[in-house]
């Protein structure tokens, strides 16, 4: 061996290390943002509310107001209602017109949802009754809901179409939002006349399906809770069409007059029932189901039962089971 070399290593084949099955690699986790506002998440919950309120009901008002509560609590508002209302055209063709203001709309009925407090409650009454104290943002909302087609849901957020300037100077915000402490809100509208999906429960082509959902003072609405708005009306819609079907309406009157309980016991006492037969419906007592009695011929001016049935008929603000109101 050459004299200042290193001697070569023997080169022996060591045997080769065992290597390990790899564990199976774990799904990866979506990024944080991906969803920042929670859009995809929120929307699953949302169908798992729809779904469960009519596999836990058949009445289309428990429906609606069980979907509509779930709304507010996904989007932190505070209260929210589902109207079905009556829209007059303006044009001699029967079209709607698109200068067409919130003038044309009568109230059909109104499915209350959230939380609403006896001062907001007390102000929305107040509200009905002064007709000088209109809401500017639904006249600009339903010029805007009146370019799409009928049965495509149109939803807005109130700064997306109204200034703060016309809103805050408005009369309606001074007398009835500030003092119910609401503030920002997004309305939503399907107009009727489009294919139902079991072709006989449609929204007529003279009726809409409207929405409202409103946040505390100092609480704003983000686009991500009104793409959800839009997800939730366009469900329930259809299940508006059902009600006005089904003949289980109660007028804006009623929502302005009585608390959610007294409407519920007019309805029943309006098919028929007897008051052992509504407080075993409702779970109350018959003396309970007596209190509420009394306090809806309070609140109508009337002296008892048949009183207020016939007012509220003669009213139109209920409708007889089984009835049409095309």
Not at 297 to 322: F, I, M, S
Request: overall charge positive.
């Amino acid at each position: 061996m050459p004299s200042g070399r290193t001697p070569r290593r023997s080169r022996t084949k060591s045997a080769s290390p065992v290597r390990e099955a790899k564990a199976p690699r774990r799904a990866r986790r979506p990024r944080l943002d991906s969803d920042p506002n929670g859009l995809v998440h929120r929307t699953s919950i949302l169908a798992s509310h729809l779904f469960r309120a009519a596999r836990e009901s058949t009445d289309p008002r428990r429906q609606i107001s069980d979907s509509i509560t779930a709304l507010v609590d996904l989007t932190g508002a505070v209260s929210s209602a589902f109207s079905l209302l009556r829209f007059t055209p303006l044009t001699d063709d029967n079209s709607r017109a698109p200068d067409a203001s919130a003038n044309g709309l009568r109230f059909i009925d109104v499915i209350e949802g959230g939380r609403w407090s006896t001062t907001a409650r007390q102000s929305y009454m107040n509200y009905m009754n002064d007709s000088a104290a209109q809401d500017p943002f639904i006249a600009v909302f339903f010029q805007f809901a009146m370019r799409a087609q009928p049965g495509v849901t149109s939803v807005a957020r109130r700064r997306e179409l109204l200034p703060d300037q016309a809103w805050y100077r408005s009369r309606h915000f001074t007398n009835y939002r500030s003092v119910a402490g609401v503030d920002d809100c997004i309305y939503g509208a399907v107009f009727g006349g489009g294919d139902a999906l079991d072709g006989s429960r449609g929204l007529p082509s003279d009726v809409i399906a409207g929405f409202s959902i409103h946040k505390a003072s100092n609480s704003t609405f983000s686009v991500a809770d009104r793409e959800l708005c839009r997800i939730a009306l366009s469900a329930l819609a259809p299940i508006g069409g059902s009600l006005l079907h089904s003949g289980r309406l109660g007028a804006s009157h009623l929502f302005a007059l009585l608390t959610p309980r007294q409407r519920e016991v007019l309805l029943l006492l309006n098919d028929g029932l007897a008051a052992k037969q509504i407080a075993s419906q409702l779970n109350l007592s018959p003396a309970s189901v007596h209190t509420y009695v009394q306090a809806i011929c309070r609140r109508l001016g009337v002296r008892g039962r048949a009183e207020a049935l016939a007012l509220c008929n003669q009213k139109g603000w209920l409708v007889a089971r089984g009835t049409t109101t095309r």
